[in-house]
């Protein structure tokens, strides 16, 4: 069976720091893709970044960008200059590669200070 | 471009009562389709998923039911709510691949009293 934890129930950070959310995951598959959800307060659960197992060179979209270690079986999300909409819970995902279904964990409540 | 309707935004219903939520897809053809169940500041328990028409797989044991009448339509059951049934439900679809994710739509929160 696969399952996604993430160990950080809640984070603080100052705005415009750098805050890192840590995610990890057990599976027996090679192929699959990791993703992370963003969900603000409005609960609308926004893609924020996917990366696929196969491919070494971690994903990057703008201020959000991946840590991913296979064998370590880790996937962390880090924000860079941390803006105040990015109050939200973030959610970890793990879909296998051969099937169309999340696993998720079971999210980080991230609070921007201003 | 495709787009997730899900209704409604709000439900009170009181316990006993039946339950029926809506989700509907547009812009594409054969989506697999998800019902999410939230409970307040938890992670999210799959519930219900469809490869197709007619075709539901159950994840949980529980008082819910789901069906797929048509290609992207989605419904989410109960004959009869209970209080433990009160959360906030989301639909979700994706495109078979899963390789973009899924798009979500905006939720139902339930109460149920």
């Known amino acids: 069976a696969q399952t996604v934890t993430q160990s950080q129930p809640e984070m603080s950070v100052q705005e415009a720091e750098t805050v890192t959310l840590s995610c990890t995951y057990d599976t027996s598959e090679n192929n699959y893709y990791l993703f992370w959800y963003k969900q603000p307060p409005s609960r609308q659960m926004i893609l924020v970044i996917r990366?696929?197992?196969?491919?070494?060179q971690n994903a990057t979209e703008n201020r959000f960008s991946v840590n991913f270690q296979k064998a370590a079986k880790s996937f962390s999300l880090k924000i860079s200059d941390s803006q105040l909409g990015d109050t939200a819970m973030y959610f970890c995902?793990?879909?296998?590669?051969?099937?169309?279904?999340?696993?998720f964990g079971s999210g980080t409540k991230l609070n921007v200070k201003p | 471009s495709q787009t997730i309707h899900q209704w409604p935004a709000t439900l009170v219903q009181p316990v006993g009562s039946p339950l029926s939520l809506e989700c509907t897809v547009e812009?594409?053809?054969?989506?697999?389709l998800y019902w999410y169940r939230q409970a307040a500041g938890r992670g999210l328990q799959l519930l219900f998923y469809?490869?197709?028409?007619?075709?539901i797989s159950s994840e949980v044991p529980q008082n819910l039911s789901a069906s797929r009448p048509q290609d992207r339509q989605f419904i989410l059951s109960s004959k009869k709510l209970l209080l433990s049934d009160s959360g906030f439900y989301l639909c979700?679809?994706?495109?078979?691949?899963?390789?973009?994710?899924?798009?979500f739509g905006s939720g139902t929160r339930l109460t149920v009293v």
């Open positions: 812009g594409t053809s054969n989506p697999n």
């Open positions: 990366q696929e197992a196969y491919k070494q």
């Open positions: 469809s490869v197709g028409i007619g075709q």
């Open positions: 979700a679809w994706s495109d078979g691949t899963g390789n973009y994710g899924y798009t």
């Open positions: 995902a793990f879909m296998r590669g051969n099937f169309n279904k999340f696993y």
